[in-house]
C-alpha cells in the first residue's frame, strides 16, 4: 500500500481537503485479499450545502474566463495526469483490482478526455440567420451550469474524466461523487484538476451515501445537468429525481452487448481478438462482449478454442507481473455471477470452462458457458464480470434478432470479413457503438452512449461537449 494512501483520502470542497472532524466513514476494501485498507470519510449534508454555494459562484466566474484559458488549464491537468500515471495507477489497481498495465492504461485514457475538450471547447460555434430587412437570429451555446456527477467503480478515473473534461470545458462548475469503492484515484484525479489550475470552486468531490448525495444534489435548484453511468436501475431512480427540478441529465446505463461471429473469419486470429476481450477488467465492462452468436458451421470450432484460451488467463493480484485478469471489484459481484452460472447451468447451458468463486478476495474464474438457452436469467441480464455466453445461429436474420432481444443497446459487434454483411449487421442493431471487427469504439473523440434501456446522451466528440450546454437565439430587429 502507498504510504499516504489513507491520508489521502478526503472530500474537496471549496478548496480545502476535509477528512475526520466527526464525519461518518467507510472502509475501503481491497478486492484481492478482501482486507479494509483505509477508512473514507464521507459528506455530511453541512457539506454538500457548502459545495452547492461553491459551485453556484465557481459558475459565474469559470463560464466568464475566455475558452483559450480553460483549454489552457484542460491542457495542464492532462499532463499532470500523465506524469502521475504510474502512481495513479497503484492507487487504482489497489482498490479496484484490475492488472496494472490496464489501469495505466486507463489513466493515459483519461489525460486524452483533458486534451481532447480543452481544443473542442473553441469549436462550440454558434450561428447567424441573416433577415433580408438587415435583422439578424443568432444562435448561440452556452454552459448549462452547475453540473452533479455521478461515477462508477469499474473505470473510476476514466469515467469521471469523461464527464469533467466536457463539463470543464463548456464552463459548467462540476460536484463529483465517484463511486465509494474507489476513492484514492479518483482523488488523485481531482488533485490533477487543482493543481493544475482549476479554480477550487469549479471542481469539487464528495463521497458518501449515493441515495443521500443524490437526492441532496439533484434536489438543489443550484444544479442544472446531471451525468450518471452506472446501472440501469440507479439510473431510473436519478431520472425520477431530476424530473422534479426539469433537469438536463446524461445517463449512461447497462448494457448486454452481443457479438455476432460470422463463419468467414480467420477464427484464430478473431478468437486471439475475443478472448483478452471479454476478461479485461474482470468483464466488468459496460460495453463487454458477452453473448456470443456464432454461425453454426464454426460453432463447435468457436467454443472449443474459446474454452482453450479461457484456461490459460493469468488470474491473480493485478499488482503481480503477469497477471492478466484481477479480482471481481467487489463482494456483491461473485455473488451475483455464481448466481447467474448456476441458473443458467439448471436451465441446460453447458459449461465449458470456470464457474466458481474462489480465494480470499473476490475472485472468479475466467468462465464459458456454451448453448445457453435464451430462457436463462443470463441472457437478458448483464453479467458485468467474467464470463461469455454463447449460441450458435443459422442466418443473419436470425443473429441479429438474438442481437435486439434484450431491452439493451449499449455496444454490438460484428467479426465478419465480407463486406455487405458488416454493412448490413451495422445498420440493423440496435445500439449506440457497433463495432465492427474492432473492439476500439470507446474513444475521446467518437461519441459514446447507448440506445432503449442502456440510456441516451453522449459522451466523447462534440456530442459529449453538447450535452454540457444549452442553445440560446437571439432575434434582433
Ligand atoms: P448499483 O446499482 O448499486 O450501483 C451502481 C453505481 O451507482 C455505483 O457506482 C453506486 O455508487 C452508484 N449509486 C448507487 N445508488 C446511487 C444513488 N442513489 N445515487 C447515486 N449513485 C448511486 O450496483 P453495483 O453493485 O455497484 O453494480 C451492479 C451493476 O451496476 C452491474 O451489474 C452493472 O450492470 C452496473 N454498472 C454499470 C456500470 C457502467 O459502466 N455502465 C458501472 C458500474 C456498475
Known sequence: MTANYAADLALFINGSWRAGEGRDAFPVLN?????????LPIATEADLQEALVAAEAGFAQWKAQDVEVRGAILHKVADLIRKRADS???????EQGKPLDQARGEII????????????AKRAYGRVLVRPTGQRAMVLKQPVGPTAIFTPW????????KKLAPALAAGCSVIAKPAEETPGSTAALMRCLADAGVPANVAQLVYGVPDM???TLIGSPVIRKVSFTGSTAVGKHLMRLAADGVKRITMELGGHAPVLVFDDVDLDKTLDMLVPQKFRNAGQVCVSPTRFYVQAGIYDAFIKGFAERTAK???GNGLDSGVQMGPLANPRRPDAIEALVADARAK???????????GDGYFFQPTLLADVPVEADIMSTEPFGPVAVSRPFETMDEAIMQANRVPFGLAAFAFTNDLRTANLVGDAIEAGMVGINSFAISVADAPFGGVKQSGFGSEG???GLDSYMVTKAIHQA
Open 154 to 161: 469499474n473505470f473510476p478515473v476514466y469515467l469521471l474524466a
Open 213 to 215: 448525495v443524490s437526492r
Open 313 to 315: 488467463v493469468q488470474v
Open 348 to 358: 441446460g447451458a453447458k459449461l465449458m470452462a470456470g464457474g466458481e468463486a474462489y
Open 461 to 463: 466528440g462534440p456530442e
Open 88 to 94: 495513479i495507477a497503484v492507487l487504482l489497481t489497489m
Open 109 to 120: 485514457g483519461a489525460a486524452s478526455m483533458f486534451d481532447f475538450y480543452a481544443e473542442e
Open 31 to 39: 478486492p484481492a485479499t478482501g482486507k479494509a485498507m483505509a477508512d
